[in-house]
């Protein structure tokens, strides 16, 4: 008997998720009811913070109603809890990463820091650095020494995201055009001529 209730619940969000995919929004609001309270104590777990946790459970469920298929085969390869919880878990993870990296201002990297690079390279990289626009170099900053997908980079400083992978690309171009400075030759400078 506790087998067939366990099994009617499953095939219950299973009827859910195919009612939600038919865009009803009472079925949604069922099946947060009957699944929300176990999606954020994973998120919770995940998180340890219950704000973080609640965003997560909204972003999830937004994901539900968004994606949910307007049907489920019964033999489907993925059973219904089981994809709730994996969506659950992977909106957690996603806001855990996002935080972490919110938390670490961009590390500009010092050119000056011993055995790094080559005192000739690094002049020759600062001076590259320097040519740049400021906004061109904020962007690459933010870039490659945060790891910030573009669209994170463009929520940070208030610019769509179009016009950060514009930044990032001519950034790049301009790096690679950049011409090499060279030193004056030290001492006798007019003497070989």
């Known amino acids: 008997m506790a087998g067939t209730s366990s099994q009617s619940g499953v095939e219950g969000l299973a009827g859910l998720l195919e009612r939600i995919g038919k865009k009803e929004q009472e079925a949604l609001a069922e099946l947060y009811d009957r699944t929300g309270r176990l999606l954020f104590g994973l998120a919770s777990k995940v998180l340890d913070d219950a704000e973080a946790a609640a965003q997560a459970l909204l972003d999830t469920y937004t994901h539900i109603w968004r994606h949910s298929p307007a049907s489920t085969a019964p033999d489907a390869p993925v059973q219904p809890l089981d994809w709730l919880v994996k969506t ?98 030290t001492g006798d400078e007019g003497a070989a001529s």
């Not at 990463?97 to 000056?112: F, I, N, W, Y």
């Open 88 to 185: 659950a878990r992977t909106y957690a993870v996603a806001r855990l990463v996002s935080s972490r990296r919110r938390r670490q201002p961009p590390a500009t990297p010092s050119l000056d820091a011993p055995g790094t690079v080559a005192p000739a390279e690094q002049k020759v990289a600062r001076f590259q650095l320097e040519a740049l626009a400021p906004m061109q170099r904020e962007v690459l900053n933010w870039a490659y020494f945060s790891g910030l997908s573009a669209d994170e980079i463009a929520g940070r400083i208030g610019t769509p995201v179009g016009a950060v992978r514009a930044h990032v690309r001519m950034g790049l171009n301009r790096l690679g055009k950049t011409p090499e400075i060279h030193e004056p030759a």
